[in-house]
């Protein structure tokens, strides 16, 4: 067994590995055949020289990351750890900032693949963005669009999404139109208040420079000189989808949003959003982004719920399919 020191230059190692060592265990879990120890500044691995090689490429990585943002997390290692880890550190932060928020705070992309969305929509007109909950999908995807209006770019924002599910039944609930829909935008107001000042935002809003609202005022119209992003989309059905993406104008960006593992739609009904990831997977000029774990910057545990939902699907679904092969091989016998 080979061993090789390495030597942390410029970096408190407490800081880097956190409180009890926690990140630099987690660094570890990536190379479960290497004997990994931290002393001061100077961390000794043990093992195959294959499997050094590699820690010590992903362990600069980390180290130039930590150089670069002054932070890392349990989300940034996994995206380091990615064959095309090495994209985190190419661009210059001033070059990802996509807008100043409300007191100067910069809002950039913070994973590989929020940065594919951002490539992505910088070339191409529509681009469907898909993944778990926490992966920055709406909110990068808002960012954007504020991006493109401060730019002007375009003239308008138009934020939709499908509201109460799937079926937009808002008769039964108290108050005006407005009132009714405010509850299922609020992820799409939530984003927006952080990027503009309360009373911008109430301006745009009153004279229809941001337009939030749900899918089924889409019907009809042409939109053009917009930037419009569709949220929730696995929620659509396929007419819906259809109709949604043949409203776009000659000047339009579209973005799509979805998350396949939360579809509500009633009675077996195919997603939309899954109908047309079929449909237009091989149409060169749109773009698609599938997130995934990796890509959370949520609490450290919505990443572990993902997981842990994840294998329990997949385990059901294969009892599933074990059920149906048995009841087939009964019906032939």
């Known amino acids: 067994m080979l061993e090789k020191k390495i030597a942390i230059k410029g970096v408190n190692p407490a800081e880097l590995f956190g409180v009890r060592n926690a990140k630099l265990k987690y660094i570890k879990s990536f190379f479960p055949k290497l004997k990994v120890i931290a002393r001061g500044n100077i961390i ?14 992903k362990f600069d990585l980390i180290l130039r990351h930590f150089h670069k943002f002054n932070r890392l997390t349990e989300s940034n290692i996994d995206n380091l750890m990615m064959d095309d880890g090495k994209k985190m550190l190419e661009t210059k932060e001033k070059d990802e900032i996509l807008v100043y928020g409300n007191h100067g705070t910069k809002i950039s992309p913070r994973t590989i693949n929020q940065r594919k969305l951002v490539e992505l929509v910088n070339k191409k007109d529509m681009v469907f963005a898909v993944g778990p909950a926490g992966t920055g999908k709406t909110y990068t995807a808002v960012a954007l669009a504020v991006r493109a209006l401060k730019n002007k770019e375009v003239k308008r924002i138009i934020l939709t999404r499908p509201a109460v599910e799937s079926g937009e039944n808002l008769g039964f609930l108290p108050g005006d139109l407005k009132e009714k829909l405010d509850p299922y935008m609020m992820p799409l107001y939530d984003a927006l208040r952080d990027m503009i000042p309360a009373e911008k935002l109430a301006d745009m809003i009153e004279f229809g420079v941001i337009e939030i609202a749900p899918l089924a005022f889409m019907r009809g119209r042409t939109l053009d000189k917009a930037f419009v992003i569709l949220d929730e989309a696995q929620n659509t059905t396929t007419m819906q989808m259809k109709m949604f993406l043949t409203r776009m104008g000659m000047t339009a960006k579209f973005i799509i949003t979805g998350d396949m593992s939360q579809v509500d739609l009633p009675n077996r009904q195919r997603s939309g959003l899954a109908y047309a990831l079929d449909a237009l997977e091989s149409v060169k000029d749109i773009g698609i982004v599938r997130m995934g774990t990796s890509d959370v910057i ?21 009892e599933k399919d074990k059920r149906k092969n048995n009841e087939s091989s009964n019906n032939r016998k």
């Open 44 to 57: 000794t691995i043990a093992g195959d020289e294959e499997v050094m090689d590699e820690f010590e490429k």
């Open 298 to 318: 949520r609490h450290s545990l919505v990443k572990k719920v993902i997981d842990a939902f994840a294998t329990i699907e997949e385990k059901e679904k294969k």
